[in-house]
């Protein structure tokens, strides 16, 4: 079931679904422990898809922002772009995940460390220089799961061997930054993998191009204990990824991952009875996948993943930020369909609890921006500066040129316009205080939302026992968790006879338009076909 809350052009989401350790830990625990606790929860919001200077693709962008600018900027302080402008929010955020590339993290930290065996490579240099072309050798690596000799030795290991210098620091950045009941940070980067279309079809049998689908996934820890390295494409597949966690994160780590981008995965992401390489699932992969994956990230940059109008489970509101054309017969890659979008998915979950045991799709919802300009949180509309450095950073750039179009501005630059992008969506929590542990449980059990920018705030209990005037009730949010569930909640041991109950309540942003209404959609399968019904619950 999902919620939504539109005021003219902006959505909101949320779900309600039938080891290293640094100094001072003591004294962290201490703070995080003095901060008050709301058993009601307060809603926070923050980003858990930001890149900066650390991720290769966006140091080549020419972004000169560090972790250091971009934990400054969330909390309110102004910082430079490329090309000179300055950017600064309306409004702190409250908590952020910094997730650069883990696949570049050795490769950043050889070629931009004097004196280091790859430092005066052609490759390195071309880096140095903002020059595109090296970004696109390297990004054809991933894919292709070999890193690049000239820069990482014969064997890669040199990139292995470099990439715990820089995850040390992503590391030491966030504990220098985490202020336990004012701004969390949270641990975590960005697993990048793209899978060769050309390498099977999809679940209905269709052929696949050569384009690759985007299998990108946030991995988010709990704690200050985590891993000694990261686990990147280079590695492995998504599910080997989880694998590794769930080997790799024990005691007091605690992880999760978060897929994005699904209107760009061309459907692998929930295909039927297929892993992201095509091969077949198996029980351990659904049951790992339902641990360690709670979340999906619905909205960002590159579009809403939510629904797309025309296409499968779909209303006349799925027309909101489709930023991929739809499929047409017979062609699934650089298109949406079914299979791309969220609200098809977790009704399909349904389905395959019914066959397996275990639904891998029971998400709760999550938005961010995935920006490259090491700007958290930077999604107003009035005030848009571009994501990606270089590739953006004039109006030009962002309205002079059809989407995903490469130019050349004369000065050895390329511009990518892209006119069907966004400035992004917020991650929201509700939470008992603004710490670590607090703000990864919300996460972990779901109680989360996601705006396409704004700050509304959303709540939504289920139950088979609220009364039937509890909307009008002072003590509402008290009785919603006392007799309920909050969003993400399961609703369990249906009374005979007895339909539940649910209750939604929304505020607005004050510095954002009015509410224009809330809705609710409902997806159930019916003779092994996907359904879904809108109902409009709230109309202004």
């Not at 070629?111 to 005066?120: H, I, K």
């Not at 088979?464 to 919603?480: Q, R, T």
Request: charged share 25%; with cysteine.
């Amino acid at each position: 079931m999902l919620v939504r809350v539109t005021s003219s052009a902006i959505v909101l989401l949320s779900a309600l679904l039938l080891p290293l350790r640094f100094t001072h830990a003591a004294d962290v625990s201490a703070a995080e422990a003095a901060v008050p606790s709301d058993p009601l929860k307060q809603a926070y919001f923050g980003e858990l898809h930001l890149h900066t200077s650390y991720s290769l693709d966006s140091f080549i962008f020419g972004n000169p922002n560090t972790p250091d600018e971009a934990y400054k900027f969330a909390q309110g302080q102004p910082v430079t772009l490329y090309g000179g402008e300055t950017k600064q929010l309306k409004h702190p955020l409250d908590f952020v995940a910094i997730t650069d590339h883990a696949e570049f993290l050795g490769e950043e930290v050889l070629c931009t460390t004097p004196g280091s065996s790859a430092y005066n490579t052609d490759s390195c240099k071309g880096m140095r220089a903002f020059n595109l072309k090296e970004f696109a050798t390297i990004a054809n690596s991933v894919t292709a799961r070999k890193r690049v000799p000239e820069i990482c030795g014969p064997d890669g290991q040199a990139c292995v061997t470099a990439v715990k210098d820089l995850w040390r620091k992503v590391q030491e950045n966030a504990a220098r930054y985490y202020k336990p009941g004012k701004f969390t940070t949270l641990i975590g980067y960005e697993y990048s993998i793209n899978i060769p279309g050309s390498q099977f079809g999809d679940s209905k049998g269709r052929a696949a191009s050569t384009v690759p689908g985007m299998l990108h996934r946030n991995v988010i820890f709990g704690s200050d204990s985590v891993p000694d390295t990261v686990f990147s494409a280079y590695e492995g597949t998504g599910e080997e990824l989880q694998k590794w966690l769930e080997e790799k994160c024990t005691g007091p780590c605690k992880v999760l991952t978060i897929p994005h981008n699904s209107n760009y995965s061309y459907g692998r992401f929930f295909w039927d009875g297929k892993n992201s390489d095509g091969t077949p699932w198996t029980k351990d992969i659904l049951d790992r996948r339902a641990r360690i994956e709670p979340l999906v990230e619905i909205f960002q940059i590159k579009g809403s993943s939510e629904c797309m109008a025309g296409i499968g489970l779909a209303d006349e509101e799925c027309g909101f930020e489709n930023a991929v054309p739809p499929c047409p017969p017979g062609q699934m890659d650089q298109c949406g369909s079914a299979d791309s979008f969220v609200r098809d998915a977790v009704v399909h979950g349904l389905a395959v609890e019914e066959k397996w045991g275990v639904n891998p799709m029971k998400y709760g919802f999550i938005a961010s921006t995935d920006n490259h300009d090491g700007t958290p949180g930077a999604t107003e509309e009035n005030d848009f500066k571009g994501h990606l450095g270089q590739q953006d950073n004039t109006p030009e750039k962002r309205l002079g040129i059809r989407p995903g179009q490469d130019v050349d501005d004369g000065h050895g630059e390329r511009g990518s316009a892209f006119l069907n992008f966004n400035p992004g969506g917020l991650a929201a929590v509700w939470a008992e205080k603004n710490t670590r542990e607090a703000v990864w449980s919300a996460l972990h059990r779901k109680e989360t939302y996601g705006t396409s920018g704004t700050r509304i705030r959303v709540r939504f209990f289920g139950s088979f026992d609220y009364p039937a005037d509890l909307h009008k009730s002072p003590d509402l949010v008290k009785i919603g968790y006392a007799k309920g569930v909050p969003m993400g909640g399961d609703l369990r041991s249906a009374p005979a006879g007895k339909a539940p109950r649910f209750v939604v309540w929304a505020t607005r942003d004050p510095d954002s338009a009015p509410l224009q209404k809330i809705q609710i959609v409902k997806g159930w399968i019916e003779n092994g076909k996907r359904m879904a019904k809108v109902y409009d619950v709230v109309c202004s």
